[in-house]
Each structure stands twice: as C-alpha cells, then as structure tokens.
C-alpha cells in the first residue's frame, strides 16, 4: 500500500511511518510542519534505509492541498494532523475547530475526488467524557461531558467522517480512540518533541529527569485512586504505531472503532518512581492543585482491538520510560532549535536549524 499520513511529521505519525516502511509499503507524508519536524523524517529514512515522500501543506487550505497533492498517488490515509494542546484548546476554541474540523474536510473532498477509500482516524478516548465504568469499552457513550474544544474537535470528527462514510458506501474507516501514548523508538532516534513547556506528563518527568526543568508539580493526590494521583492507560507508541498498521490490514466497508489502549492504569507516583528507575535519576516532584477538568481514573478495555485487529500491547510502561529516556537524553533539545545565524550583512542572514549535537558541540 502507499499511505498518505497526514501529519505524518509528528510524534506519532512519524513512528507510524516507520512501522509502514518496515513492513514494506510506501509512505506519504502531508505536515505544515507548525508542529511537526522535518528531522524526524529524515531519521525515519535512516532507520529503515527507505525514503518517504514529503509533502508541505496547510490542509484548512483545501484548494492549496489539492494542488500540492495533485501529482501525488496514495491507496489510504491515516489522518493525524491537528493541534493537541487540550489547555491551548480551552484559550484558543476557534483556532482549535478551524484547524482540526477544516483538516478532515479538506481530506475527505479530496479522498472523494479521487475514489480513496481507506481512512484510518487519530481519536482520542478523551471522547468518552468521564468513564462509567474501571475499564472503557468502545460501547461507552461519548460525547457527554467532554470538557475542551480538543475532545470536542475529536468527537465531532468521529461524526463527520461517519457520516461520510454513511454518503459513500465503498469507504472503508478505522476510528482510533488512543488512550496516553508515550515512549519513543527503541534506537532513540526518534521520540516525542513538545514545543514549549509539556502538558503531558512523561515529556514533563524525562525533561526534569534530565535536568530541562527543576520539579514536577503532581496535579492532585486527593483522586479516588490507590495513591492519590490520576491513573491512566500509557500505551508505547510503537505499539500504537502497530495498532495503525493493523487497522489498515483490518479496514472493511463501513465504520469500525476501537481503543488502542493497554487496559493496565499506572497513577503519577507511579510513573515517576519508573522513571526514576530506568533513568537513574531523581524525579522532585511537588504535590500542586488539581488540573481543571482532570479525571481520576481513565483505562481502556482493549479486548475488541484484540479480537478484531488482532492487535494488543507488547510493551510495557517500564519499556516506555526506558525508551523516552533513551531519546530525551540522546537528544536534550529534541529535534533542536532554530537559531539565525548572522554571516556578513543582515541581507545575508540565513537561518538554519541547528540539531542537538550542534548545540551540545557549541
Ligand atoms: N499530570 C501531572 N503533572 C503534569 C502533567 C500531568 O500530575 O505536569 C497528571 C495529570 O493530572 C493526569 C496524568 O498526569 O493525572 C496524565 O496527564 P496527561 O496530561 O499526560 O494526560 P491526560 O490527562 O490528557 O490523560
């Protein structure tokens, strides 16, 4: 298969990226690069020794994207872009909707003009609202006290591309409802790269680990949980990565959802102290006030994807912390910084981006 990922240049597509060229099919990759980076494709290219097609667009620009695409095949599509900030997505609500509903228009007009029918969704299992039940299943009503633009922009998409599908019977589309992704290819190489300060919590603990902020601050140790802190369901995103993989090799006429989770939960304590083990740092931490529209306890029932996918999760948290060590501390800066570099006269300064062995070197 040759599969466009949309917002193929981020944490998650471009491990999706990698997994699809290991197993031998092509990669298109479509990314504004507003949060994304080039970098992580040309490491993907490295790893795999395969090259992947990139491609520059703003998909809320539909006229522009077809154009850029026009030359471009692709059998399917897996669909990633979109802003992610859940705390941004509560400032910024228009911006959030723009972005994430104009995307997946722009890309089922176009899967339409050009009869492609695969469609694999990024969805989060923030569209479940607050859990019913120790365990969600697919059957779990959504859309029912959602608390952000972000969950939101997700439920509505699911809607949306639904409804396309119901208007075109041939399509065949995957809803994916991820639960925390987290971890980074073991080489590395490649790994999650937040801009500014991390909302999540393992960029947040690697980047205290390694010494880029002072303390955690743990959001509530009052929950209804065994120690206090928010339990969640951290899946490797290799796993996740495979869990794409599957869905595409899964696709059927008609509309299929389901978790990508591990169905293990693990509190914040939790999490540093395996942290702290893998990396062999120590994690301060101090206990602050809740997060305004946290949860207690979220964790998947990941039982359909294993039935129907064959699909489940191989790695472990503790593989996780180990591989987002490995990655945040090959690579303190990330992916790097751009930095100008003033040669001459200001006509001629040119800016390039310097990666993080550049930094360290400096
Ligand atoms: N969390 C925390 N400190 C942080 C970031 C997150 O204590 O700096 C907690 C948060 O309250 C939740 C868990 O870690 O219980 C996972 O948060 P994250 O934002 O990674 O995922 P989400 O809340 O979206 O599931």
């Known amino acids: 298969m040759r599969v466009l990922l949309t917002g193929g240049a981020g944490y998650i597509g471009s491990h999706t990226a990698l997994v699809?060229?290991?197993?031998?099919h092509d990669v298109v990759v479509v990314d504004d690069l507003s949060n994304g980076n080039r970098i992580a494709l040309d490491r993907v290219e490295e790893l795999t020794g395969r090259s992947v097609t990139f491609v520059q667009a703003d998909l809320t620009n539909t006229t522009a994207t077809r154009v850029t695409l026009a030359n471009t095949n692709f059998d399917a599509v897996v669909h990633f872009a979109g802003l992610k900030a859940v705390g941004e997505s509560v400032e910024q609500p228009v911006r959030y909707y723009r972005t994430n509903l104009a995307s997946t228009l722009t890309l089922l007009d176009i899967m339409a003009e050009r009869q492609i029918n695969t469609l694999v969704f990024s969805s989060s299992a923030t569209v479940y609202g607050e859990p019913q039940t120790p365990l969600v299943a697919e059957t779990h009503h959504t859309g029912v006290g959602l608390t952000n633009p972000y969950g939101w922009s997700k439920y509505m998409n699911e809607q949306i591309i639904t409804d396309a599908a119901v208007a075109r019977p041939d399509m065949s589309v995957v809803l994916l409802r991820y639960f925390n992704p987290v971890g980074a290819h073991p080489s590395g190489r490649i790994g999650e790269d937040p801009a500014g300060i991390p909302n999540n919590l393992l960029p947040f603990i690697a980047q205290v680990a390694v010494g880029r902020r002072d303390k955690l601050s743990v959001f509530g140790d009052d929950y209804d949980t065994p120690d206090g802190t928010g339990v969640r369901d951290y899946i490797h995103v290799m796993d996740l990565a495979e869990g794409h993989v599957a869905a595409l090799n899964y696709a059927s006429c008609g509309v299929q959802t389901?978790?990508?989770?591990?169905?293990?939960?693990?509190?914040?304590?939790?999490?540093?102290?395996?942290f702290e083990a893998v990396s062999n740092r120590p994690v301060p931490y101090q206990i602050s006030p809740r997060r305004s529209g946290d949860l207690a306890t979220v964790v998947a029932d990941p039982r359909l994807a294993q039935e129907k996918l064959k699909w489940q999760t191989t790695r472990t948290f503790a593989d996780a912390c180990r591989d987002a060590w490995n990655w945040q501390s090959q690579n303190p800066a990330g992916y790097g910084e751009t930095v100008r570099v003033v040669i001459g006269s200001p006509a001629a300064t040119v800016e390039r981006t310097l990666d993080d062995k550049a930094i360290s070197t400096r």
């Open 20 to 24: 699809l060229l290991e197993q031998g």
């Open 258 to 274: 389901y978790n990508l989770g591990s169905g293990v939960g693990t509190s914040v304590l939790e999490a540093v102290r395996a």
